[in-house]
């Protein structure tokens, strides 16, 4: 019964968004906006009779952007059914957290799963600026609220880290206030609610605000909110920490949404320098219980990871790779820039800096260049090298050797070397 239910109701979106797309492809950009407004402010159900005063092509399109937000939360894949044909495509896929809307509430989302800061939505019944979401948690004026004012923040983020994810039981939409923690404070009103959640290869964590102490009606309507927050799905997740590669190895971690153990997954990275520029294999993990993988890794250079399994690819992360720059002391009093990386650095230039405690900051006291290159036999690393020189600086102070941004690009950013004191 269920699933016979689910198909009539796949049926009937699918049909709402053939003919949304019809409708709205000559519409100019205003119009799309009033249509936008006109469904955030009357529900989400399409079948709502509009006002008589609103244009009828108008109305129908207000309806029918409803009924795509509905259908989101069912998993419909609705970028792809909108985008014209022969244009540029994005999947919907793995990108979405929010909020459908509800009337007297205001939802705001922001963020890119995968990178190292989390997709945020919030939800309040008290105005929000649109710069929330960037500037953190929206409880600066507090005390300036109605005693009945809700704000609740959810951030997402990828599963697969194993200490993080036992903080996030697995759970199912929709969520329920019931199974938040309130945070006490000695001697004050429970004000804070954190609600934390596994759901679909992702960990959702959400903080539940209110101006006071609140009734059971207000506790019903956070329920209410909590019960719209949706996530589009996504079989195979992918993040990466830190995005940008030093001296120390970065973990690249995800999870698949079936949540069951020993999944196969392949990860892939295209690398910058590499023709034919594509990805590529780079290494096979199995998921563990729950459904998350994780792996120490290195690159080479700049380049993108994503995942695969099943046939299913995750989204794409950007991973920044620093020079590997060495400085090393030639006694008596000589030193010696290399540079080691899967490329030549030949000609190219690096600084040595000091740092002036005075000034506060590090100051160029040398410009050199690379003038020998090569590859010991059998090893996958180039061998960069400056002349040994000596340096005219006081004893006891800091230096380091630099390779700047405009040195390293296009395939790494800029690197320094390890603190050596003179």
């Known amino acids: 019964m269920r699933k016979r239910s689910r198909d009539q109701q796949e049926l009937v979106i699918r049909q709402l968004l053939d003919r949304l797309a019809a409708e709205s492809a000559d519409l100019s950009e ?84 995968g990178s190292s800061e989390s997709t945020k939505a919030i939800a309040a019944n008290v105005p929000l600026q649109p710069a929330d979401p960037q500037q953190g948690l ?31 039981p697995v759970r199912t939409l929709p969520l329920h206030f019931a199974n938040a923690t309130p945070v006490r404070t000695a001697g004050q009103p429970v004000l804070e609610y954190v609600l934390r959640a596994g759901v679909g290869g992702y960990n959702i964590d959400a903080s539940v605000n209110f101006a006071s102490e609140p009734t059971e009606e207000i506790l019903g309507q956070a329920e209410d909110q909590i019960a719209r927050l949706v996530v589009a799905s996504a079989a195979v997740t992918i993040a990466v920490r830190p995005t940008i590669q030093g001296h120390s190895p970065i973990r690249v971690f995800g999870a698949v949404s079936s949540g069951k153990k020993d999944e196969q997954v392949t990860v892939q990275y295209k690398q910058c320098g590499l023709a034919p520029v594509q990805f590529r294999d780079e290494f096979e993990v199995t998921t563990e219980e729950g459904g998350g993988w994780s792996v120490e890794t290195a690159v080479g250079a700049n380049g993108v990871f994503r995942a695969v399994s099943r046939g299913e690819t995750s989204n794409e992360v950007q991973v920044l790779k620093r020079v590997d720059v060495r400085l090393a002391p030639r006694p008596p009093r000589r030193y010696q820039v290399q540079v080691v990386e899967r490329m030549s650095f030949w000609r190219k230039r690096v600084l040595i800096q000091r740092y002036d405690r005075r000034l506060g900051r590090w100051i160029v006291v040398k410009r050199l260049r690379l003038e020998h290159s090569g590859a010991p036999p059998g090893s996958a690393y180039v061998w960069s090298e400056t002349d040994d020189f000596t340096l005219d600086v006081p004893k006891g102070a800091n230096i380091r050797a630099v390779v700047p941004g405009d040195q390293a690009r296009p395939c790494h950013v800029a690197g320094y070397s390890t603190l050596l004191r003179a």
């Open 30 to 113: 205003a119009e799309l906006r009033r249509a936008a407004r006109l469904a955030s402010s009357e529900g989400r159900s399409p079948e709502e009779r509009p006002q008589p005063w609103r244009p009828l092509r108008l109305r129908w399109v207000a309806a029918a952007t409803a009924a795509l937000l509905l259908a989101t939360a069912l998993g419909f894949d609705v970028a792809e059914r909108l985008t014209p044909e022969g244009s540029a495509r994005s999947s919907y896929a793995g990108l979405g957290l929010g909020f459908l809307p509800s009337p007297g509430w205001t939802v705001v989302q922001a963020g890119v799963p």
């Open 138 to 168: 929206p409880l600066t004026a507090l005390q300036a609220w109605p005693p009945w004012g809700i704000v609740i923040v959810a951030s997402l983020s990828a599963r697969g880290d194993p200490e993080r994810d036992a903080a996030f």
